[in-house]
């Protein structure tokens, strides 16, 4: 893997069996990502791009193919080699995807049950960080997505769009090299939406992410570096000017 990149995808196939058949969703995907890079990934409901951030976030396995993502440290604390995803076990898995990933859903998952701070501490307190710096840390997290001032609300009792931009600041508190958003904006009105998807360009340059956005919403899609398009179980690499304006 080049020092600048990211993400190296191989020759991915993913199959599901539905009773006594294959039904395969995507196939031979190859493509690269480098560091820095905000990449639009569109296509149909169903295409599959659920799956591929699942797959390209070790969270699922592929049926064929690889993916090799640069770590950014080693086990030792110094800058790392690429790991294949496919070779990890589920503890090293899990372990790699709290180093280096942060997810985004266009469910906000939150625990409903904890305070905006306690739900963005958790992942800290995951890795057995102290109560104390966990929250600290989260309390500046809360800063950067403009909700400090909510960070003892339930999740109940914060709006769509805080619900999102607490959901965030918990996916960036690790500080992960990489960004996996799923349809962030999906669940909101254009307004709220519009002000969310800023707030994720603005922090991923000013935290050097590399981001990978899967997206209905065609405006946001050509405000990426790269758009790649979904379709028939292939990859095909789209303009701006050239996305149609209906996605599915």
């Not at 993913?14 to 190859?30: I, P």
Request: aromatic share 6%; proline share 3%.
């Amino acid at each position: 893997m080049e020092e600048t990149e990211i993400l190296r995808v191989e020759g991915l196939r993913k199959v599901f069996r539905s009773g006594s058949t294959d039904l395969v969703l995507f196939e031979n995907l190859s493509f690269r990502v480098g560091k820095g890079e905000m990449l639009a990934i569109v296509g149909e409901s169903g295409a599959g791009k659920s799956t591929l951030l699942h797959i390209l976030g070790a969270l699922d396995r592929p049926s064929a193919g690889d993916v090799y993502c640069a770590q950014s440290h080693s086990n030792a604390g110094v800058p790392g080699t690429s790991v294949r995803l496919r070779s990890l076990s589920d503890d090293f898995a899990a372990a790699f995807r709290n180093r280096e990933i942060g997810f985004v859903w266009q469910f906000h998952y939150l625990l409903p049950e904890f305070t905006a701070v306690e739900n963005v501490a958790m992942p800290l307190l995951v890795r057995g960080h102290s109560r104390a710096q966990a929250r600290a840390e989260a309390l500046e997290w809360l800063r950067e997505v403009e909700l400090e001032a909510r960070a003892e609300h339930r999740p109940g009792e914060l709006s769509g769009g805080e619900q999102q931009r607490v959901a965030l600041a918990r996916a960036l508190i690790t500080r992960p090299q990489l960004l996996l958003a799923d349809e962030p904006t999906g669940d909101l009105d254009d307004r709220t939406a519009e002000a969310v998807f800023a707030l994720i360009a603005r922090l991923h340059r000013e935290h050097g992410l590399t981001s990978l956005i899967a997206t209905h919403n065609v405006a946001f899609a050509r405000r990426s570096d790269r758009i790649l398009r979904l379709h028939r179980g292939r990859f095909e690499q789209v303009t701006p000017e050239s996305l149609s304006l209906s996605l599915g």
